[in-house]
């Protein structure tokens, strides 16, 4: 299985390291880093997950700026070792509550102990972070939440009038709160990852949806819940029966394997004991037409003599109540651009322009954007060389990345989240959300 595991902060320090098998050379992580910073190969300019290095195999994933790596000399199955990594950040997190360099820092002890559980030799013993709670004995140092970056508006549960920011998920599962109580609440997270491409005249070519329901349960003693989704909800691609044209319709999804679904035929409701952490219930996948949250418009043409002009627009086609905020929208340029104009909108606020001499890229930031609106960006390019009129070949295509609060283009809903056990003393919080966020969003020009 895997040689070394270790996690890197953004500037290249070692917080973590664990070397199992003792295989591999001990400066690995130094070597990684350098390689990962500096990578200039295939013409890309971010490592792959996987790659490579004087007989080793390293696999990284990187977690709220974090790089957590795995090495090895075997011939491993990539997916496994990502999928590993991802479930390893995802334990440390549901018992340090924040995940973050100060964090990890804090609770190097408590890390180590998690870590020699879930490893050993190398070989993946549990990354469950129920059974877990068995052989963890040391209690984590609470991160100060206040210190940490604003969430913004995407980090707001919202349950009828109420409403609470995200940090309030930003606690470990294991520790008490203070006076020895423990609060009974339970988050559940509906993120929709799209990926849409467009034509050169505004036409949605592809299209696609991976959504997932996440479920983070601070209840004790695992009680039973009932999870209610929309009574028209229908899986598969056959269209038939009582499917409508407002009905949620999905490829396909699987389940957690807590999941019981002896009334999800009939009433599309999913039963479960939640176990401690956080964990997907469901996942699934839409590939029926859907309306996109944004419309994006391009145009580049040549302004007269080593001179061109770039316009881009985007309409937010979602409810004027919703805002989506940390836009970004991207456009490689030509390799003959030299120096960039920029005009924006009359009265603009909270956008930001940039362009990257490195790769030739426009870079157009929008602190947020209220559904309904429209925001224009204008770019006067000076470059080096005459286009010949190749120059739409040799620009775009549009990128855009986005996320979208309390809003999901699939209308899969939460209709009621029931939990059994429930006294007229204790009633546990149930907190829901919906995120969308751009997985592939591309305009051609």
Known sequence: MISQFFVLSQRGDNIVFRDYRGDVQKGSAEVFFRKVKFWKEDDKEEAPPVFNLDGVNYFHVKVVGLLFVATTRNNLSPSLVLELLQRIARVIKDYLGVLSEGSLRKNFVLVYELLDEVMDFGYVQTTSTEVLKSYIFNEPIVVDTDRLPSLGPAALFVQGAKRMPGTAVTKSVVAHEPGGRKREEIFVDIIEKISVTFSSSGYILTSEIDGTIQMKSYLTGNPEIRLALNDDLSIGRDYSGSSGSGSVILDDCNFHESVHLDSFDVDRTLTLAPSDGEFPVMNYRITQEFKPPFRINSLIEEAGPLKAEVILKNYAEFPSSITANTIVVEMPLPTYTTRVNYELEPGAVGQMTDFKESNRRLEWSLKKIVGGSEHTLRAKLTCSQESHGNITKEAGPVSMTFTIPMYNPS???????????????????????????????????
């Open 411 to 445: 209308r899969l809903q939460v209709k009621y989240l029931q939990i059994a056990k429930k006294t007229k003393t204790s009633n546990p919080y149930r907190w829901v959300r919906y995120v969308t966020q751009a997985n592939s969003y591309v305009a051609r020009i």
